[in-house]
């Protein structure tokens, strides 16, 4: 989870989008609050803090005020303006200063949530291409990297082994905090398969235990494996094992008469 400040004058906005936005299923959690840019350093002073929400006009110190003063402290904490102000002005300042985006109080619901998920994309490849340098590290920290990369990939598969049947990128992917694209490309570095085909051999082994088990039609197989269509299910059983889920029960038939 990514640690977030939220910075406005208001209490009843400040305290109604802390308690009720949901945070958490966007990667945020919420750091602290602060009535104004003052208060907002002095927590930084003892804080650490991925994010500020942050109202413009606001007393002692407003938000043009405070995104200076980090952009004066080199700060790479991202900035987002809530504001209930539309002037042009206001966004040219706020550009200056690096300021990510420029959401008016008024917005849809939606489009905070769509304004948090970009940032968390962004603070996501920034973070693990921290972690995952192009030069090579030290032997100490490679070691390191390898036993993080290691626990992320032994809980990617424990999830899919656990929800084979509807598991998708995006949710192993929200699981470990990661951008969908950086995990396809770390699952294939660290296994050899592409974690549609991982997913796959899963779902096939997992076919095979539930044909031995004559209480289960083909059909059902295939329903309690995530396919809709049973089609799908033989193409793909056939494909992988090269015999139909129906030749495969029979031969096990002829096996265990024998």
């Not at 750091?31 to 003052?38: F, I, R, S, T």
């Not at 809530?82 to 300042?93: M, N």
């Not at 200063?97 to 939606?110: A, C």
Request: hydrophobic share 35%; with cysteine.
């Amino acid at each position: 989870m990514y640690k977030l400040l939220f910075v406005d004058d208001e209490y009843e906005i400040r305290s109604g989008l802390c308690r009720f936005f949901p945070w958490d299923e966007v990667g945020f959690e919420i750091a602290g609050q602060a009535e104004n840019g003052k208060q907002a350093l002095e927590f930084l002073q003892n804080h650490t803090v991925d994010v500020i929400l942050c109202d413009i006009k606001m007393p002692v110190m407003n938000g043009i005020e405070l995104a200076e003063e980090l952009y004066k402290q080199k700060s790479k904490i991202k900035i987002i303006f809530f504001s209930g102000h539309r002037e042009f002005e206001y966004a040219q300042k706020a550009l200056s200063f690096g300021v990510k985006s420029y959401v008016v109080k008024s917005t849809k619901f939606s489009e905070l949530v769509h304004v948090f998920e970009k940032v968390k994309d962004e603070l996501d490849q920034e973070t693990y291409a921290m972690e995952a340098p192009d030069k090579e590290p030290a032997a100490e920290d490679s070691e390191e990297v390898q036993n993080f990369y290691d626990r992320v990939i032994l809980t990617i598969k424990s999830h899919i082994k656990g929800h084979y049947r509807d598991v998708e990128l995006d949710d192993v992917a929200r699981l470990v905090h990661m951008h969908p694209n950086y995990v396809s490309k770390l699952f294939k570095k660290q296994t050899g398969q592409n974690f549609s085909d991982y997913l796959l051999a899963v779902r096939m082994e997992k076919a095979v235990e539930l044909l031995k088990d004559v209480r289960y039609r083909t059909l059902d197989v295939s329903a309690l494996l995530g396919y809709t269509n049973v089609k799908n299910f033989t193409r793909r059983f056939k494909s992988y094992y090269g015999k139909s889920p129906r030749a495969f029960r029979t031969n096990e038939s002829v096996t265990r008469g024998e």
